[in-house]
């Protein structure tokens, strides 16, 4: 059982106090104070899309210090989180019980992308079946960890995402200033859905139409 100290209750409070109005001072505050990786810009822009949503259904891969934020952000609607390390898993968790996650397993390594690139169907990733059951209205893919060859990659995650999204959705990809996540994103979203670019952070809007050839592999 997570026990809280006074300074664990104060960061938390400034998520809480944060996601009532996520104003570009208030999300720094919540940065700094949590540790949180996602630039202040990168959050807003985020929260700003799942706010004009209204409560939807949210997918998100990996756990951080800013789950909570998102989660209560979309606390009408349905926040799921996808997370690979069992250690960190257990922390956020214990840390916020609220939070919704299941624990995957990628088995990839960032070093295969070109040939799992070549070979789509590898690219499937065991979910649960709530997860796969439904078409998601927003998709963030911030892990796994890929920033080397040893590290699992986020090219299952990317993929995932393009199959999961709802048409119309909106997803999210951070990190794209590296090769693999650009390369991803741009084969599998589409570089036609691509509406803003800020920092590291990538924003494709899906089209309306059901879904094509691009997406559906
Ligand atoms: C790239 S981080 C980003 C998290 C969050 N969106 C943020 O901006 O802070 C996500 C992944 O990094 C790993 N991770 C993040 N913080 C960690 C920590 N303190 N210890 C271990 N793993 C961590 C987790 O496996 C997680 O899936």
């Known amino acids: 059982m997570h026990k809280e100290t ?3 209750r104060f960061t938390t409070m400034s998520i809480y106090n944060c996601a009532v109005q996520p104003r570009r001072s208030k999300i720094l505050w919540m940065k700094i104070t949590n540790l949180i990786q996602l630039s202040i810009s990168e959050i807003s822009l985020i929260a700003a899309t799942l706010q004009k949503r209204g409560p939807c259904h949210t997918l998100i891969f990996g756990l951080g210090n800013d789950s909570l934020f998102w989660h209560l952000l979309n606390q009408d609607g349905h926040t799921v989180f996808l997370e690979n390390n069992l250690i960190w898993y257990e922390k956020v968790i ?3 019980p609220q939070v919704q996650a299941h624990v995957v397993q990628y088995n990839t390594y960032r070093s295969q992308w070109q040939t799992l690139l070549a070979n789509p169907a590898t690219l499937n990733l065991a979910l649960p079946v709530e997860v796969t059951a439904k078409r998601w209205d927003v998709i963030l893919v ?5 920033w080397r060859d040893n590290q699992p990659g986020r090219m299952k995650s ?3 995402a393009s199959k999961l999204i709802r048409p119309g959705g909106d997803v999210f990809v951070h990190d794209c200033n590296r090769k693999v996540e650009q390369v991803y994103a741009s084969t599998f979203l589409g570089d036609i859905h691509l509406t803003a670019s800020i920092g590291r952070l990538r924003h494709f809007h899906m089209s309306d139409e059901a879904p094509s050839a691009l997406t559906r592999i």
Not at 142 to 146: E, S
Request: glycine share 8%.
């Open 94 to 96: 214990s840390k916020h």
């Open 158 to 160: 990317i993929y995932m």
């Open 142 to 146: 911030d892990a796994p960890n890929g």
């Open 6 to 8: 006074l300074l664990q």
